[in-house]
C-alpha cells in the first residue's frame, strides 16, 4: 500500500502542523472487473455473477437503509451510522436541522482481533510525491 506524508491543515484539530501518513490510492477497480476475476474461480461466467452480485447489492442496501447491520461471511460488517450536531437540551433536536448524514462503517472480518484485510500489508511511500 502506498503513502504520502501530508500535514494536518485543520486549525481546530489538536494534531494541527503535524504530519501523517495518507493512503494513495492510484486506481479504481470497477465491479466488472471484479466479476470476472472472481468468475474465472469458479464455473460461473462474468455476467451471471454480475447478477448475482447486483442483486445482493440491492439486499444489503435495503437492510442497511432499514436500520440493520449486514455481516457477510470472510468479508466484514457493514452499519449505517448517522452524523448529527449536538444540542444542548434534547426537545430542541430537529431530526431535519441537527442531522448532517450518514456514513457506512464498515468492520473487517477478524480472528482474534487481527483483520485478515490487514495481514500481510507492506507500506511504500509514493515515490510521485
Known amino acids: 500500500m502506498k503513502y504520502r506524508i501530508k500535514k494536518e491543515t485543520k486549525p481546530t484539530l489538536l494534531t494541527y502542523g503535524k504530519y501523517k501518513a495518507v493512503a494513495v490510492h492510484d486506481r479504481t477497480i470497477e465491479s466488472r472487473q471484479i466479476y470476472e476475476e472472481a468468475a474465472r ?12 452480485m447486483m442483486d445482493v447489492a440491492n439486499v ?3 437492510h442497511l437503509r432499514d436500520g440493520d447491520k449486514v455481516r457477510l461471511k470472510d468479508f466484514g460488517l457493514l452499519k449505517l451510522e448517522i452524523e448529527s450536531e449536538k444540542v444542548d437540551n434534547l426537545k430542541d433536536f430537529r431530526a ?6 450518514v456514513r457506512l462503517h464498515f ?21 510521485n510525491y
Open 41 to 52: 474461480h469458479m464455473s460461473l461466467s462474468g455476467g451471471v455473477l454480475e447478477a448475482l
Open 60 to 62: 444489503v442496501r435495503r
Open 96 to 101: 431535519k436541522k441537527h442531522i448532517r448524514g
Open 107 to 127: 468492520i473487517p472480518e477478524s480472528e482474534g482481533g487481527s483483520p485478515e484485510l490487514y495481514k500481510d500489508i507492506k507500506f511504500e511511500k509514493d515515490k
